[in-house]
């Protein structure tokens, strides 16, 4: 299947734990369909940052999941509920959005992702969306956003309404 | 001679019998003038021993799952109690337990972290009251206590005191311990006498690490060798209180591996098996009915299957920290036994200050402060918090502050109903107790069935100890105890019933006993729910504590409160009501709910200090005694000495990574870390490095509005001059730790930022001269108020949960 051949949707998980995103990523990348992708960046107790990511755009002739930015997220509302954690995360991709995967992407990640917090992109047809939502089973705070058109459209649309589905459940104080 | 007056204390001197000349020509010395108080002939050591927060069914002694062998000895050795009682909270069973009165007579209605503006809970021993210690110390005893003490109010647990309220100021020779409620097991702040000594130097052992139930256990044979080095006679008085099995549950991984796959069946299933050994062992009777699981417990098999390892690990380290702690008492009573004096040592040992700690809420917490600072998680988010501080493997070390789910602890009261702080029913007050001392005990092994409260104790000891309650202490007239001596219980298991009656009160939650009958009257609130909506149903004017639900069981046949025959005996529940607030009256019980006074808007005036110094060798100060930063504006300045080629460690630290904050300089830049118990963590640094000289650095934090928990701006000074600025979402609100302490020049004990954790307590290596906290009061007046009630809130909640 070619990534312009149907709707696009983009998962955003935040974790509270480098452990529970790690184990989310892999089970999305074995849950038996085609993605085009899944990113997912942490940073342990002492600030050290890491990324981790697989992209099966490139192989279908497409840019690249890093030229839409795919470490993605919303802004940190000041709640004291601990599922404020994903919004937090999701304040590294309100800023990774135009940037590139690699060192600049590394460091904004550094300013913005929590100490010992973790979050999960994952990018994928829609047909397969029951797959990926089950496998992802340890996120403290989910959305999914889907959007259509050319793959890089598709994929920043999809981005985008995840942006805002997170944005407006962190305003509930839910996860 | 004549016999010695004991009733009025301090034992007064003889008078000098000798005679004095001119000079020692015809002068006769009286060698009684140096000499001092002897108990009388026969009196025993004493070795009483109480653990913390466990319940009837967790020791297997009692037919728990926990494995209790030093336990099991003494009761086959000795007696098993299976009747004796406690109050459902920890201050209140140390007080009534050293004093031998109902603990709200005494101040400690609640616990020593409250103390409040009525009488009956002040936190505050009156002269007239004096302990067990105290009397037993002027009567010719060695005393010493080691371990939890808390009962010295917070906000005096520093270098001023007043020492009155320490275990010194009890009757205590000697103290080595903590004074709060809770400790860590690994990295406590430790008082040893009059003085908080912190953590011990062996915590930075990596190879040996310090663990405290391990020198308590050396500290208190250390102390016996001592004694008898000096005097072979004089009797002891040794108390030995375990931080264990309160939470935080520390213990080393080997301890807790012994339990591996031991709970993996759940709470639902360990309790009937815990309820069938019970029945096989008699010390419940046959008849027992197991009390059905109460709708505020999970089914075990409700849970989802990915969290159970998660739930059934929490259990394996409390199993492996309460065997501990048996084993630890027994290092203690082998010690005793070596100087051959375990048959002339009355032992005491009762298994719990109350029934098992609900205060880990349903999920059980990584970091026992969260629920006391109002963080909601799920066990989900619990598991994750665990994970990144190291894993379930890591559940019970340094790095946590762990304790379990609210179900397992009801599972641990089992046949009861509830736990700790439910006062109106058997989880929260019946314990185990075993007595050893074969010079006086018939029928070694057998059980004892007679109704015994806590406050039995002091009597039970004055009187086989032959000595009187005194009827002046330092001069003041004393109220007698209210115990009843249970001493018959130990040579005639027919004895009659020493106790007939007795109140029950803890948090509003009631229970009054009758010859055999027992009024529970429970409020609805689910002990470890604070909430406002929880709350609202019982402020002034609101709540009619005679409206609510009244349970009425018939303990002679029925054990475990299974049977409710309230409906058919509405005028025993008024006879019983009635009796309570009588009782109530005569014992200062009242205002009920006095405990949960500042949730109702009576707080305690607010603080008028603005401003705190601390000098640079300024150590351990307590977590209840730092600056009230909480919820406000506030800065934090040091003037510093920075040598040429600069200056690195901390400059000023309170508590942990787990709940904390530190202004530390490292790599040449100041940088300021604030964990919010460990689920969020915010880091500052400067952008320039720090000039050499002297210096003047500030961290100051802007808050965005007058509410609990705000958020707001960070700002870093170096000589007036900004250098790093960042955002604190979220701050906390109520209190960072329950236990760990506040540094001036270094980081004592478990640290705050791990990026340092290798170089820990890293000291300053210039000079820290002083730091000085200026705290900004909010504009508006209401708003201060506010935030001065949302804190006491707050405490009140942590004291809850001591």
């Known amino acids: 299947m070619k990534i312009d051949d149907e709707t696009t949707d983009v998962l955003i998980g935040g974790y509270l734990s480098t452990e529970a995103a790690h184990e989310d990523y892999e089970a999305v990348l074995n849950c038996g369909k085609r993605l085009w992708g899944a990113v997912v960046v942490s940073k342990d107790l002492e600030g050290n940052v890491s990324l981790e990511q697989t992209d099966h755009t490139v192989e279908e002739g497409a840019v690249g999941l890093g030229g839409v930015g795919l470490v993605v997220g919303l802004f940190a509302p000041p709640l004291l509920a601990a599922t404020a954690i994903g919004a937090a995360l999701g304040a590294v991709g309100g800023k990774a959005l135009h940037k590139k995967i690699g060192s600049q992407v590394e460091k904004m990640a550094e300013e913005t992702i929590p100490i010992g917090g973790a979050g999960l992109i994952v990018a994928y047809p829609h047909s397969v969306t029951e797959e990926v939502e089950s496998a992802v089973t340890r996120s403290v705070q989910k959305v999914v956003g889907e959007a259509e058109g050319n793959h890089v459209k598709a994929l920043k649309g999809a981005l985008a309404d995840a942006q805002k589905k997170m944005a407006e459940q962190s305003a509930q104080g839910n996860g | ?802």
């Open chain 2, 1 to 802: 001679m004549s016999a010695i007056d004991r009733s009025h204390l301090p034992i007064r001197r003889t008078a000098f019998s000798g005679a004095v000349g001119k000079t020692l020509d015809g002068s006769q010395p009286d060698w009684n003038l140096i000499g001092h108080p002897t108990p009388p002939e026969g009196a025993p050591n004493v070795l009483l021993v109480l653990i913390d927060d466990a319940g009837f069914g967790n020791p297997s002694t009692f037919g728990g799952p926990i494995q209790t062998p030093n336990y099991t000895r003494i009761a086959e050795e000795g007696l098993r109690y299976n009747r004796f009682h406690v109050t459902a909270l920890c201050s209140p069973t140390r007080a009534a337990l050293l004093t031998g009165r109902n603990s709200h007579t005494v101040g400690f209605g609640s616990v020593g972290e409250f103390a409040g503006g009525f009488p009956g809970y002040s936190a505050t021993l009156p002269r007239d009251c004096a302990p067990l210690p105290r009397i037993l110390k002027d009567n010719g005893y060695s005393t010493a206590a080691f371990g939890k003490w808390h009962l010295t109010p917070d906000g005096q647990q520093g270098p001023a005191g007043p020492f009155d309220r320490w275990p010194n100021g009890w009757g205590f020779d000697y103290f080595y311990g903590f004074l709060g409620g809770g400790a860590s097991q690994w990295d406590p702040c430790l008082a040893e006498n009059q003085k908080i000594i912190g953590t011990p130097a062996e915590f930075y052992d990596e190879e040996n690490p310090y663990y405290f139930p391990d020198a308590m256990a050396d500290r208190t044979i250390e102390w016996l060798h001592a004694v008898r080095a000096q005097d072979a006679h004089k009797p002891f008085f040794a108390y030995f209180s375990t931080g264990c099995s309160h939470s935080p549950h520390h213990v080393a991984k080997e301890w807790a591996d012994k339990y591996k796959g031991k709970f993996d069946q759940g709470w639902d299933k360990l309790r009937e098996e815990t309820f069938a050994r019970q029945k096989e062992l008699g010390v419940i009777p046959a008849e027992t009915e197991l009390t059905a699981r109460d709708e505020a417990f999970p089914a075990w098999d409700d849970l989802p299957d990915n969290l159970k390892a998660f739930y059934a690990r929490q259990m394996e380290v409390y199993a492996g920290y309460s065997e501990n702690a048996d084993s630890n008492v027994g290092r203690v009573i082998h010690a005793i036994d070596e100087l051959g004096e375990l048959d002339n040592t009355l032992i005491i040992w009762i298994w719990g200050d109350n029934g098992a700690s609900m205060e880990g809420t349903i999920t059980g917490s990584f970091n026992e402060l969260t629920m006391q600072n109002g963080i909601p998680l799920t066990d989900e988010m619990q598991l994750q918090l665990s994970e990144r501080y190291g894993g379930l493997d890591a559940w019970g070390a340094a790095i946590m502050d762990p304790h379990y789910s609210a179900a397992w602890a009801w599972a641990g009261n089992t046949p009861f109903q509830w736990g700790k702080q439910v006062g109106s029913h058997l989880g929260g007050t019946r314990n185990p107790m075993v007595v050893r001392w074969p010079a006086r005990i018939e029928g070694a092994g057998e059980l004892r069935t007679q109704f015994t409260h806590v406050v039995d104790v002091a009597t039970t000891i004055l009187e086989l100890a032959g000595i009187p309650q005194p009827d002046t202490v330092d001069g003041i007239e004393q109220d007698p105890m209210h115990g009843s001596s249970f001493a018959a219980t130990l040579t005639d298991g027919a004895a009659a019933e020493h106790r007939t009656q007795q109140y029950f009160e803890t948090v509003g939650n009631r229970g009054m006993y009758k010859d055999g009958w027992w009024l529970a009257m429970k409020t609805d609130r689910i002990p470890w729910v604070l909430t406002p909506d929880a709350l609202r149903p019982y402020a002034p004017g609101v709540w009619d504590p005679d409206a609510g639900r009244a349970e009425l069981y018939y303990l002679p046949d029925d054990f475990s409160q299974a049977k409710d025959l309230a409906a058919d005996n509405p005028e025993r529940v008024q006879e019983l009501k009635d009796l309570f607030w009588g009782e109530a009256e005569r014992y200062k019980v009242l205002p009920l709910l006095a405990t949960m006074s500042t949730f109702f808007g009576i707080v305690p005036p607010i603080p008028q200090d603005t401003k705190f110094e601390f000098r640079g060798d300024v150590q351990n100060v307590l977590s209840g005694m730092i600056p009230r930063i909480y919820n406000r504006s506030y800065s934090i300045t040091a003037d510093l000495v920075v040598p040429e080629g600069g200056a690195e460690g901390v400059i000023v630290a309170e508590a942990d990574h787990l709940g904390g904050f530190t202004l530390y300089v490292m790599d040449g830049k100041l940088i300021h870390t604030y964990s919010m118990m460990g689920v969020f963590i915010f880091k500052q640094v400067a952008e320039e490095d720090l000039p050499s000289g002297e210096v003047t650095v500030r961290m100051e934090f802007a808050a965005d509005e007058a509410k609990p928990a705000t958020g707001g701006e960070v700002t870093l000074f170096v000589d007036d001059r900004p250098v790093g600025k960042g955002r604190m979402d979220h701050t906390v609100p109520i209190r960072f730790s329950g236990y760990a302490g506040m540094d001036i020049g270094r980081d004592n004990g478990g640290v705050v930022d791990r990026a340092y954790e290798s170089k820990k307590p890293f000291a300053f290596t210039g000079t820290v001269k002083k730091v000085v906290f200026d705290i900004t009061p909010h504009l508006v007046a209401q708003d201060e108020l506010d935030v001065h009630i949302a804190e006491q809130h707050g405490q009140a909640a942590h004291a809850l949960s001591e």
